[in-house]
């Protein structure tokens, strides 16, 4: 039982977030570097270039160089078992994101030097303030100009809510760029830029070793000194209890493309962040470390691989040990299934596996049985976690087919696309699914919608922009959404699980319609 525990505390599972263009598939694939999962680190800037990001295996992905679909990764790094869930940057990203952070125990926050914190960072962060999660910031590009280290700090603790403490501080930025002094150690790594080393060296051993101002110049060490004498009186001290509760962000300044800092900062935070975190279930809470197995299913994929139109459920492990093949009660069926095909995903290498651990992200063939938030347990066992939340979209368009004998392969094309929650449809009461509504929550997703029906439906659509921009779950059910007041613009639909929900142009016409319907109670998002 001992050798049982202390697998799963060492086990680390944790979501990787930024904006586009952060660095934040590159800071990936160096941790799978140094974890050996991978030789050769794969750049995404070209896209005409061969080598793919790992992380990416979405055609569409490979042919944009960006990031759509959440990919799970698991590496060992000296004695310790990693699940990274990669989530997408794209401004255009999906609810899959926001699913993604479900199953994290902590999260990694990417921020370009130069730009500091962006739209999208400010919903994925909202999320982690959610789960109540440790947040660790690594503000990255900072061989390249960057802004005042003071300013992005202000910025993270003004724009995200969230005291900062930084772990390290750099010296100069660009070219003028000499490494960063770690405040715990007080030693300066320095910064060779060159992208080959796996780590820089350590040359001098602290603000008055007389080397340093002959390595970084007069005017770097009297900043540098200024910059940590002004930290340590006036900057937040350090709390562990802050810092996983995310109240405490430990921040870390580097260089993701060369190499520079993420080794320190991998290892820094392994040390900092705990094994996996007790999950809540409605009758309460499940220990990591309980022998019995439990796991909930947070993202759904179809067709990863194109030759056998297969169906992935990705479940995180919440207590116990899985095993290949082992018998488990699907709560919300009520019925006894055998997990088939276990598998670990790089992206789209695969690898069956005989066993998995509490805080493991497994993949299972997945049959049509499976909804995103299902249960899984062993038999015996009443646990039901709580659902992941439906999150509203901010976009929406009317979708047909172009090809009306194409019905069949539409709908079953609309449904699983909805099925893994790229996308979400509604429709208009008492109609079909000949015309849809389909929300999403990033505009890139209408783009992945008619891409993927196209090539794995074999089916063409038309899209059609929809003016609204607000979309409300009606909360009452003893509500006849027939008998609601509402502006001539406001359209009433449905979801597919038959929940009635209302379609807004503007905030006015929500204010109109709670006014005008009494006791009418609106939500923007559903708990499934």
């Known amino acids: 039982m001992s050798d049982y525990r202390s697998l799963i505390q060492k086990r680390r599972t944790f979501a990787i977030i930024s904006h586009p263009d952060a660095g934040k598939t590159t800071l990936t694939e160096k941790f799978l570097l140094y974890g050996g999962a991978i030789a050769l680190a794969g750049s995404v800037k070209g896209k005409k270039n061969s080598r793919h990001a790992v992380s990416d295996w979405m055609e569409i992905e490979k042919q944009r160089g960006i990031s759509v679909t959440s990919s799970v990764l698991q590496f060992q790094y000296e004695g310790y078992c990693i699940n990274i869930l990669d989530t997408p940057g794209h401004q255009d990203f999906s609810e899959d994101t926001y699913r993604t952070l479900m199953a994290a125990d902590s999260a990694v926050m990417v921020i370009d ?64 760029f000499k490494g960063v002094y770690d405040r715990n150690s007080s030693q300066i790594i320095s910064f060779k830029g060159d992208s080959g080393k796996h780590e820089a060296e350590a040359t001098v051993s602290g603000l008055d070793d007389p080397n340093l101002k002959t390595l970084i110049g007069p005017y770097l060490h009297e900043q540098l000194c200024d910059d ?180 069949k392969q539409f709908v079953k094309g609309m449904s699983q696309i909805a099925q893994e929650g790229a996308i979400q449809i509604f429709q208009e009461l008492e109609s079909g699914m000949e015309e849809v509504i389909v929300g999403v929550v990033g505009v890139l997703q209408f783009e992945v919608l008619e891409y993927r029906l196209k090539h794995e439906y074999n089916v063409d659509i038309r899209l059609e922009p929809l003016p609204y921009q607000y979309i409300r779950w009606i909360s009452n059910d003893e509500i006849d959404p027939k008998k609601i007041t509402v502006t001539s613009d406001t359209k009433k639909i449905q979801d597919l699980k038959g929940h009635h929900l209302l379609l807004f142009t503007s905030e006015w016409n929500i204010r109109w319609a709670l006014e005008r319907n009494e006791g009418l109670e609106l939500t923007d998002f559903s708990r499934g």
Not at 167 to 172: A, D, E, F, V
Not at 278 to 287: C, Q
Not at 290 to 310: C, E, G, L, P, Y
Not at 355 to 383: H, M, N, Q, R, W
């Open 113 to 176: 030097a130069s730009k500091g914190v962006e739209a999208q960072t400010r919903k994925l962060f909202k999320v982690c303030l959610l789960r109540d999660i440790p947040i660790f910031t690594f503000i990255n590009k900072m061989d390249r100009e960057a802004r005042n280290p003071f300013d992005l700090l202000e910025e993270i603790e003004l724009e995200l809510g969230i005291k900062t403490y930084p772990m390290n501080w750099p010296i100069g930025c660009g070219k003028d």
């Open 228 to 407: 940590i004498e002004l930290l340590d009186g006036a900057g937040y001290e350090f709390d562990m209890d802050a810092v996983r509760h995310g109240r405490l962000s430990p921040v870390f300044f580097g260089s993701a493309l060369t190499n520079f800092g993420v080794e320190p900062f991998l290892e820094e935070f392994l040390r900092m962040t705990s094994s996996p975190l007790p999950r809540k279930t409605i009758e309460g809470e499940v220990d990591p470390f309980d022998s019995d197995f439990s796991a909930f299913v947070f993202k759904i994929q179809a067709n990863m691989n194109k030759a056998h139109r297969d169906r992935i459920a990705f479940m995180r492990i919440c207590s116990g040990k899985f095993e290949k093949n082992m018998e488990v009660l699907h709560q919300q069926e009520g019925k006894k299934i055998k997990l088939s095909q276990p598998q670990q995903i790089m992206a789209q290498e695969r690898e069956i596996i005989e066993e998995a651990y509490a805080g493991d992200i497994i993949g299972v063939f997945d049959p049509g049985i499976f909804s995103i938030g299902d249960t899984l347990c062993a038999p015996g066992k009443k646990i039901l976690f709580e659902g992941i939340p439906t999150f509203a979209p901010e976009h929406f368009a009317r979708v047909r087919q172009m090809d009306t004998m194409k019905r």
